[in-house]
Each structure stands twice: as C-alpha cells, then as structure tokens.
C-alpha cells in the first residue's frame, strides 16, 4: 500500500536553530499538509499545499514557517529559529482529490 | 470555529465487550467527519469517511454511524489488537480540505 514517508523520525535541535522537514507524499496526490501534535495535544492543522502554492494556513503558520516542493516530489516544512513551544510530532500528509489523507508516521522534533 | 468533542476520554473494556465512541461537532457546513486510529509515536490511520446524516460504514469490527450534530464510532466485540486513540474530525466547506480533529478517545482493550 503507497505511504507517506518522513524524515527524520526524530530530531533535536538547539534553540534558534533552524531544522528542515521532509516529507515524500504519494506519488499521484495533489494536495499537501503539515499538521502537529503537541504531547497530549490534539492534532492541529499548520498548513495545505495545492497546484505549487499555499491555499490555507492556520495562526500558528507564521513568519517562522515555510513549505516548498522543491522537486516535484518532496515537501519540506521549514522552521527558521525554532523556539521550545516548537517541540512536537509534526505529521505530513497527502490526498488525491482533499479527502481521505495518509498520513506519515510523523517526525518527532524536540528543542533544547 | 469548528469544534469537535470526543467523549469518552479513555474506555477500557474487555476483550469481547461492545462499546461505542461518541464524536459531537459543531461546523457551519459539514464536508465529510472522519475517523482515524492512532497508535503511539505514529500518525493517524484513515478509517472512515461520512458525508451525510443517516449514513454508515464498517470496517472488521468497527461501525461508524453520522447525525447532524454526532458521530459514533461502536467496536463490536474488540480484541487486543483494536487498541488504540480513535480521532474524530470535521472538514468544513468553506475550507480548503483542511481537518480539526477532536482529541482522541484513548481505548485499551484487555485479553
């Protein structure tokens, strides 16, 4: 069965670093998406992707944020000087038509 | 603002004991409710989607029914192996595709 796949599972990094993550959707999916979980959290919504642009974005998606398709079949989430509050499983996913996502297994960032 | 409320928190049943789940939302026009299961460190895994009030799906053991104002989602005599956090979530249409999902009813299913 096709997968999302992330990368790394897990990544620590300094306060004020930046980190960059990477997702490889489905192959003939159209739309993109970031979402988080902070521990005990629920799921929450960052950002969708669709025909090489952002369509919508939530309040968390700020300046610090920022998604590109660099080659046609990665996606990579991009945070410029993380911050502790950034510390959270950061899930992609991917969907043919904007229903039924996959989702990846996620990727655990932890900022120290 | 879309809300989703899932209830219970947590349920622990014995294996072979029926239950069901209950996911009440609030939305200005439903697209689609969802459920997905999540197991712990990993991401949510697509079960069911309904579009309708009146409509169901199965899957195994599990049946997801869709009112106007809730979703159930019943485990038919579970096994060990259904253990797992069930997540609700509410498209709504007046957004591009994206999800608000509840927070999760946490199930442990003993042998």
């Known amino acids: 069965e096709p997968e999302v796949t992330q990368t790394p599972s897990h990544q620590v990094t300094q306060m004020g670093q930046e980190v960059i993550l990477r997702c490889v959707p489905i192959?003939?999916?159209?739309?993109f998406y970031w979402y988080r979980q902070i521990l005990g959290q629920k799921v929450e919504f960052l950002v969708s992707?669709?025909?090489?642009?952002?369509?919508?974005k939530s309040e968390i998606f700020d300046d610090q944020f920022s998604v590109e398709r660099p080659d046609g079949s990665n996606f990579t989430l991009k945070i410029r000087s993380t911050k502790l509050e950034d510390s959270a499983m950061y899930f992609c996913?991917?969907?043919?038509?904007?229903?039924?996502?996959?989702f990846g297994s996620g990727t655990r960032l932890t900022v120290v | 603002e879309d809300q989703v409320t899932q209830s219970p928190e947590a349920l622990r049943l014995q294996e072979g004991e029926s239950s069901s789940l209950n996911c009440s939302y609030t939305?200005?026009?439903?697209?689609?409710l969802f459920w997905y299961r999540q197991d712990p460190g990993k991401g949510p895994e697509f079960l069911f989607t309904?579009?309708?009030a009146g409509e169901e799906k199965e899957k195994e053991r599990l049946k997801a029914t869709l009112t106007k104002k809730e979703s159930f989602l019943h485990i038919t005599a579970p096994k060990p192996e259904d253990s797992a956090t069930y997540l609700c979530a509410v498209s709504n249409r007046a957004n591009d595709y994206k999800l608000s999902f509840g927070a999760g009813t946490t199930v442990t299913v003993r042998a």
């Open positions: 309904l579009y309708s």
């Open positions: 192959s003939n999916h159209l739309y």
């Open positions: 996913a991917s969907s043919e038509n904007g229903f039924g996502y996959t």
């Open positions: 992707f669709y025909n090489n642009e952002i369509s919508e």
């Open positions: 939305v200005s026009g439903l697209r689609g």
